[in-house]
């Protein structure tokens, strides 16, 4: 039997050496108690002892044991070694798993992009590597640095580990992409994740790497999609916190610690809509602008979103874009006439902020991202 366990190359193969060898039932429950996998006969015929078992004190899965025979005992030697061996053997197919799913960042893939059908085998593949929690409570975080030339450091990724133990991590572009599970509320997040930056800045500048007083901007930004409560939903807060990034890359309210979330950015929900719709509205409401910075090479639409971002202030805004008062003035004039507009009434400077946020869907998700 334990000859025949040690070949297994899948679980449901080790599970069904020990069931067969013990007259039993055995399943593999992950944190929650759901079934990942089983073998033996069907509960109704388990007359037995059960018994529950963790895989080991670190691990989330547990065997749980049901035996068909009423005088069947596990107290004996070979009951014993049966049971330890199929531990021992999940074990190694669980490490196995989660090297496999480093290695070929396939895992990750389907969830970034949605690109599944089968939510409960997803479901599994995460509980063999540990990261169960992903499934129904995730978030997505979307790191990028200000300058492509900047690479998040290894500690980063140390001291990320240590935060959240249930996360997977995948590199796109210029962009590191986090799934994290069991990340807590949005504000306790955020403070984590300004945390680890800030970490990040002060070893960077301790070595001499980064220039700056602790006022400046921060080298990195993240962006934070929602919490999700289904598997589909991650690829729904990647979008969003690509979307929170981007915008967090020219948003002065990010430029201390470094995070954007999509919910305080009015992102969320917007992930949903179709590229071409996107396009629609945000042709219908800048349609003007855009043409005219095409045609003349102004700077519309960066101010206007500038000028939005810092609440209509107009010397804020100026600071940022690096230009003169009056040279915000006259463009935010010049804007309300091509649009017909105001932004001193409600519902055009809604329609506008709406627009705004669209257009950083929009360019969120039609940026190049090609996993490495």
Known sequence: ???????????????????????????LHDRHNSVIGASGPDRA????????SRLSPQSRLTVHLSCVDEDTTLTEPPARIALHALKLQLLRLCE???????????????????????????????????CSPIGSDARVIVIRARDQADQISER????????????????RDESTVVIIGNGGSEEELSLQIADLLGREEHRRKRKGTAEG?????????AGIGRRTEQLHEVSISYDEARAACT???????????????????????????????LQAMVTDTFGPIIAHDERHGTHYMTTISSYLANDRHLGDTA??????????????????????????????????????????????????????
């Not at 496999?100 to 509980?127: C, M, P, V, W, Y």
Request: charged fraction near 20%; aromatic fraction near 4%.
């Open 96 to 130: 196995r798993s989660a090297t496999i799913e480093t290695l070929r960042g396939d895992l990750q893939e389907k969830l970034l992009t949605g690109n599944f059908t089968n939510s409960a085998h997803i479901q599994r593949r995460l509980a063999l590597i540990g």
């Open 247 to 277: 915008v967090g890359m020219s948003n002065p309210q990010t430029s201390i610690d470094g995070v954007a979330s999509a919910r305080a950015l009015g992102l969320q929900g917007l992930a949903s809509i179709p590229n071409a719709q």
């Open 45 to 52: 015929s388990c007359h037995g002892v059960e018994i529950s």
């Open 213 to 221: 007083s602790p006022g400046d901007s921060r080298r990195f930004v």
């Open 156 to 171: 980063f990724h140390s001291d990320l580990r240590t935060t959240f133990p249930d996360y997977l991590v995948d590199h």
């Open 1 to 27: 039997m334990v000859e025949l366990l040690s070949s297994a190359s899948a679980v449901n193969h080790a599970l069904d050496a020990v069931a067969v060898y013990l007259n039993a039932r055995i399943e």
């Open 319 to 372: 600071a940022e874009l690096h230009v003169h008062y009056n040279t915000v003035r006259n463009r935010i004039a010049r804007i309300e006439e091509l649009l017909d507009l105001s932004f001193a009434r409600t519902d055009d400077r809604y329609r506008a902020e709406t627009a705004v946020r669209m257009a950083a869907v929009l360019a969120a998700r039609t940026t190049p991202t090609t996993a490495l």
